[in-house]
C-alpha cells in the first residue's frame, strides 16, 4: 500500500513537474532556438498563398513569411518545418504547442485575438483580402452601379451572401442572385452565363480566374465589399515571440519603403557602413544600435531576411504578382507611398 | 421461307435467354445500351482527347511518398515495390508447403519493415511523419491499423461471448458506442481533443493519433464479423471437446477460433478496404494521404482547375489496391476453405 502511495505521489510530482517547466517565464522563442526548427502550421491547399509545387516542396506567399521568421530566428530558412493544417485544427495546434506559428490565411478579428476568445497574438496583416466581384471584360461593367437589376452568382448561407446584399441595399441598387452550394459550382454558373458577375474573397476569384481559358477576358472590379485582413499569429501569452514575429514582418514592409531588395542588400550594406551620417539605414540594417538584440534575435536579422525572401513586394509579386499565375492586383496590400495601407512604425 | 422463320424463331429464342421478351423490353434495352454507349464514348473521349494529364505525370513522385524528403525516396519507394513483388507472387505463382511459409512471414514483416524505412531509425536517417505522405502513407495508415485492431477485434468477440457478466457488458458497451458513433467523430476527437488532454509541451504525433483512433473504431467492427464467425462454429462440436477433457482455452484456441476466422474472412476483407478507402477522411484533418495530397497539388497554380483529372486517377490508384487486396483475401479464402470442409458432417 505504502510502494502503491509514494509511486502514485511520485507520478504526480513527474507529470506536474513536466508540464510547468515549459511554463515558468520561458518563451516560444528559446525553444525554437534551442530546437534550431521552426515549425509552422500552413494550409497547403490555397492557390498562391500555400501549395505543394511539383518538386514536393511548399511554396506560395504564407509559406515565404515563414521563411522570413526562420531566416531571422535561426539564421537559415531551411530550419523549417511545415504542416498542413485545417481550419478546424489550427488554433488547437497552435494552443497545444504543436505549431510554434500559424500562417494560414487567418482572419484577424477581435474574438480571435482577445484573451476569452481564441487567445491568439496577431503579427501585422500579411494580406488584406476581402470580397469583390468578377465580370467579362466585354461587359462593359465598372462599377457596382452597372449590375443593378443583373444577377450575380454567389454561394449561399455564407457571409459573401451577406455581404453583397448589404453593399446593394445600402446603394439601394437591386440584383438577382443566384445561390450556389459551393465555390466551384459559383464558377460553373458563372462561365454558363447564368450571371453577369460572380462574387467570393478576392484572392479566390483570383485563383478561379487563372484556371479558366481566357483569363484575360475576366477582370475583378476594384469594389470591396468586406474586410479580411490575414495575419500570421502565435500563443496569446508569449510577447517575446509575437514582438519578435510583428518585427519581422515590419521589417519586410519597411525594407520595400526604403527600396531594399534581395539583389542590392548588399550594396546597401556597402553604403551603409561606409557612410556614418545615413543613421537610420544603419540602425536598421544592424550596423548600429541593438534593435535585433531588443528581440532577442541577431542585430543584422533584418539582412538574413532579405537575403533569403526580399522585401515585401518582391515576396508578394513572386507569389501573386503580374507574371504569376494567381494575379491579384495589390491594392490595399500596396506600401503607403504608393497608395496601399500597408506600413510600419519606424525601426528605432 | 421457313428457313428464315426459322432464324427469327432462333434469334427470338436467344433474345429471350438474356431477359427481352416483348417490344417494350427490346426498347428499354435499346434506350439504355445508347445512353451507356454515349456515355462510355463521350468519357473515353475526354480521357484519351481532352484531358489533360500533366497533373499527374508530372508529380508522380508526390502520390506515391507525398513530401518525403528527394534524396532519401528510394525508401518509401522500396516498400512499395516489395509489396507490389509480394502481392503478385502471392497471386501468380503455385506454391509448395515451404514456398507457402516463406511468403506468410514475409507478409507479417511488412508492416516492420514498413515503419522502419518509412521512420529510419538504426543506420538510416530518422524521418518525421510529418513528411511522410501520399499512397505510402495510406497504406502503413491501414496496414497498421489493422494489425492493431484485430486482435483487439477477436478479444471483443471473445469477451461479448463471455459467461463472467461484467466482461460481457463492459464489451458490448464499448462496441455498441464505438458503432453508434461516426468514424469521422472519432478522427476529429482523436486529432483535435487529445492534444488539449495531454500536459503542455507533449505531443503524440499526428500520423499515431490517427492510427489508434482507426484502431479503436474498426476494432469493434472485426469484433461484430468474428461474433457471427463464432456462432456459426456448431455448438456440439464444443460439447464434444467438453466431453475429451478441454479447457475453455484450448477449446477457443483449437476449435472454435480457427474456425471462425476462416468464416469470418470475407467480411474482413471488407473491413479492410472499407479501412483503406476511410483513411481519406484524415484529408480534412491535415494528414497529406493519398487524397490530402492531390487537394495540395490541385491548389498549385500551375495546375489549377485539373479537378477531374486528378479524382479519375485516385479513382484507379484506389480501385487498384483494393482489387488486389480482395484478391489476396480471396487466395486465403481459398486456401482455408480446404480445411473447413469437413464442417457440417458431425
Redesign the interface.
Known amino acids: 500500500m505504502r510502494k502503491l502511495l509514494s509511486s502514485i505521489i511520485g507520478l504526480t510530482l513527474l507529470i506536474s513537474g513536466c508540464s510547468s517547466s515549459n511554463q515558468i517565464g520561458k518563451s516560444r522563442l528559446d525553444i525554437i532556438k534551442q530546437r534550431n526548427q521552426l515549425i509552422c502550421g500552413v494550409s497547403g491547399k490555397i492557390p498562391g498563398f500555400s501549395f505543394l509545387n511539383t518538386n514536393g516542396k511548399y511554396s506560395g506567399l504564407d509559406v515565404d513569411i515563414c521563411k522570413a521568421i526562420s531566416a531571422a530566428f535561426l539564421e537559415s530558412p531551411n530550419n523549417i518545418q511545415l504542416r498542413p493544417l485545417t481550419a478546424a485544427e489550427r488554433f488547437t495546434s497552435l494552443r497545444t504547442g504543436e505549431i510554434d506559428l500559424l500562417s494560414r490565411n487567418t482572419t484577424f478579428n477581435l474574438s480571435r485575438d482577445s484573451q476569452k476568445g481564441n487567445g491568439l497574438s496577431f503579427a501585422p496583416v500579411v494580406f488584406h483580402d476581402g470580397q469583390g466581384l468578377m465580370v467579362k471584360i466585354n461587359s462593359g461593367v465598372k462599377d457596382l452601379k452597372d449590375l443593378s437589376n443583373k444577377s450575380i452568382c454567389v454561394g449561399s448561407g455564407t457571409t459573401t451572401e451577406q455581404n453583397i446584399n448589404d453593399a446593394f441595399e445600402e446603394k439601394s441598387l437591386k440584383y438577382t442572385p443566384i445561390k450556389y452550394q459551393d465555390l466551384n459550382q459559383v464558377i460553373a454558373g458563372y462561365l454558363q452565363g447564368r450571371c453577369a458577375a460572380m462574387t467570393s474573397d478576392r484572392s479566390q476569384l483570383a485563383a478561379a480566374r487563372s484556371s479558366f481559358k481566357n483569363p484575360g477576358n475576366h477582370v475583378i472590379l476594384d469594389n470591396i465589399l468586406s474586410k479580411e485582413p490575414l495575419a500570421p499569429a502565435t500563443v496569446g501569452n508569449d510577447e517575446r515571440l509575437a514582438d519578435a514575429v510583428r518585427w519581422v514582418i515590419y521589417a519586410l514592409i519597411e525594407a520595400e519603403e526604403k527600396g531594399i531588395t534581395q539583389s542590392n542588400i548588399n550594396q546597401k550594406l556597402d553604403l551603409a557602413k561606409d557612410n556614418k551620417g545615413m543613421k537610420p539605414l544603419r540602425r536598421f540594417l544592424g550596423i548600429e544600435g541593438d534593435l535585433g538584440e531588443k528581440l532577442g534575435l541577431a542585430n543584422d536579422f533584418v539582412v538574413k531576411i532579405i537575403k533569403t525572401t526580399g522585401n515585401y513586394g518582391e515576396i508578394y509579386n513572386r507569389n501573386l504578382g503580374p507574371n504569376s499565375q494567381v494575379y491579384i492586383p495589390r491594392g490595399l496590400n500596396q506600401i503607403s507611398k504608393q497608395g496601399g495601407i500597408l506600413i510600419s512604425p519606424p525601426f528605432n | 421461307m421457313k428457313i428464315i422463320t426459322k432464324d427469327i424463331k432462333f434469334l427470338l429464342f436467344k433474345a429471350r435467354k438474356i431477359g427481352i421478351n416483348n417490344k417494350t423490353d427490346l426498347f428499354i434495352t435499346f434506350i439504355l445500351l445508347v445512353g451507356v454507349f454515349a456515355t462510355l464514348t463521350n468519357f473515353l473521349n475526354w480521357i484519351f482527347f481532352h484531358a489533360n494529364w500533366e497533373v499527374v505525370s ?2 508522380l ?2 502520390y506515391i ?4 524528403p ?1 534524396a532519401l525516396s528510394w525508401r518509401p519507394f522500396l516498400w512499395i515495390s516489395i509489396i507490389i513483388l509480394l502481392s503478385f507472387t502471392t497471386l501468380l505463382k503455385k506454391l509448395n508447403y515451404i514456398k507457402k511459409r516463406f511468403i506468410y512471414i514475409c507478409w507479417l514483416l511488412i508492416i516492420p519493415l514498413g515503419i522502419y524505412l518509412l521512420a529510419g531509425g538504426i543506420n538510416i536517417i530518422p524521418i ?1 511523419t ?1 513528411f511522410w505522405g501520399g499512397l505510402s502513407l495510406t497504406l502503413i495508415l491501414t496496414f497498421i491499423s489493422i494489425i492493431i485492431a484485430l486482435p483487439i477485434g477477436i478479444l471483443l468477440a471473445l469477451g461479448r461471448q463471455s459467461n463472467l457478466l461484467i466482461i460481457k457488458k463492459i464489451t458490448s458497451l464499448y462496441i455498441d458506442c464505438m458503432r453508434s458513433v461516426p468514424l469521422i467523430a472519432i478522427l ?1 476527437f482523436g ?2 481533443l487529445t ?2 488532454l ?6 503524440i504525433n499526428r500520423v499515431i493519433r490517427a492510427i489508434f483512433s482507426f484502431s479503436i473504431f474498426v476494432s469493434a467492427y472485426i469484433s461484430e464479423d468474428i461474433r457471427g464467425g463464432l456462432q456459426s462454429v456448431p455448438q456440439n462440436q464444443i460439447e464434444a471437446a467438453k466431453v475429451l477433457g478441454l479447457n475453455k482455452y484450448q477449446i477457443n484456441k483449437f476449435i472454435v477460433l480457427p474456425q471462425a476466422l476462416i468464416i469470418a474472412i470475407p467480411a474482413l476483407t471488407n473491413q479492410a478496404i472499407g479501412l483503406l478507402q476511410n483513411t481519406s477522411l484524415m484529408a ?5 494521404e493519398l487524397l ?2 492531390s ?8 495546375f ?2 485539373s ?1 477531374l483529372e486528378v479524382y479519375v486517377w485516385l479513382a484507379l490508384i484506389y480501385w487498384l489496391v483494393c482489387t488486389i487486396i480482395a484478391l489476396l483475401a480471396k487466395k486465403i479464402e481459398r486456401h482455408f476453405s480446404k480445411s473447413l470442409n469437413f464442417q457440417g458432417d458431425l
Open positions: 508530372r508529380n513522385n508526390l511518398i507525398g513530401t518525403y528527394k518525421s510529418n476529429f486529432q483535435l492534444p488539449l495531454l500536459p503542455v509541451g507533449m505531443e480534412i484533418l491535415g494528414l497529406v490530402g495530397i487537394r495540395s497539388i490541385l491548389a498549385n497554380p500551375q489549377i482547375g479537378h
